[in-house]
């Protein structure tokens, strides 16, 4: 797959989208070039290139829009990966850096580790004999794109829209795990708000990481043994506003709760 813009443009993009991410000023959509996903993954490589100074390396993927509903809030019609970078990963707790981010969502994930790497043809039974632990978190999406006026382009850019993953402190054996079947329900403020399966995320989290095998090496990479995969959120976005506490709570993994600083006046 090939970009159809050239090599400054990318530079450029990439250096508008990092300074975004790391000052919490979302850029305007009218501004940005008209991007496919090709583009978006090149940008994404210039844009993690340079938050890995900051954040450290990747230690895995996450995969978004995994979900119909996502793809069709979203206006996206197939699935996207980004990197996850060393420093976005969190325990379960405050988000303290959370005025930080511009308009932050949740998602409620079954993320998964790999013993041995992946390479395609990948079905899903490859990919769990290639897991060896599940762990359940709520990754914390943000849009680098003011007001989430995306196109699957500028979100692949956007590094699929990655901003944090708040892990669960529950480690199981993906075989004591049935993963379609896994069942979460997220409460916000102690509200219940949504739920969700593993089915919801292309079938199967196992069929999500088969799928991701497959677009990484359209793109001259592979998934390694130890790369952590957040395979996509079971339910649809979950707003996360300042003073928001949001839990998931899953069947047989356990639950996972983040929280928002208020926002502090200023006087």
């Known amino acids: 797959m090939t970009e159809s813009i050239d090599d400054e443009t990318v530079d450029g993009l990439a250096e508008r989208l990092y300074d975004a991410y790391r000052r919490g000023d979302p850029l305007d959509a009218a501004t940005l ?4 996903v090709a ?5 994404q490589r210039a844009v993690a290139d340079r938050r890995e100074v900051d954040e450290g390396p990747s230690v895995g993927y996450k995969v978004g829009f995994t979900s119909a509903a996502i793809r069709e809030e979203l206006g996206v019609d197939e699935p996207a990966y980004g990197r996850v970078l060393v420093d976005s990963v969190r325990e379960e707790g405050r988000l303290d850096d959370g005025d930080d981010l511009i308009d932050p969502k949740i998602e409620p994930e079954i993320a998964v580790r790999l013993a041995t ?3 395609p043809p990948a079905t899903p039974v490859d990919a769990l004999a290639a897991i060896d632990a599940v762990v359940p978190v709520i990754e914390v999406v943000d849009s680098r794109v003011a007001d989430w ?8 850019a956007d590094n699929a829209l990655a901003a944090r993953v708040v892990h ?12 379609p079947l896994e069942g979460v329900v997220v409460r ?4 219940r708000v949504a739920t969700g399966v593993g089915a919801d995320v292309l079938g199967s989290p196992a069929r999500v990481v088969a799928w991701l095998a497959e677009a990484l ?3 001259g990479k592979r998934l390694a043994a130890g790369d952590l995969v957040s395979t996509g959120s079971l339910t649809e976005l979950v707003s996360l506003d300042p003073g928001d506490t949001v839990e998931a709570r899953f069947a047989s993994l356990g639950s996972v709760t983040v929280s928002r600083e208020p926002r502090h006046s200023s006087h």
């Not at 669960?168 to 993963?179: F, T």
């Not at 916000?188 to 509200?191: A, D, I, L, M, V």
């Open 217 to 219: 090496a359209d793109r």
């Open 168 to 179: 669960g402190d529950r480690i199981a054996d993906p075989a004591a795990v049935d993963l």
């Open 149 to 156: 006026e995306l196109t699957a382009g500028s979100a692949v």
């Open 117 to 119: 790497p992946l390479d």
């Open 33 to 36: 070039p008209d991007l496919d």
């Open 188 to 191: 916000r403020n102690g509200e």
């Open 39 to 43: 583009d978006g993954y090149a940008v």
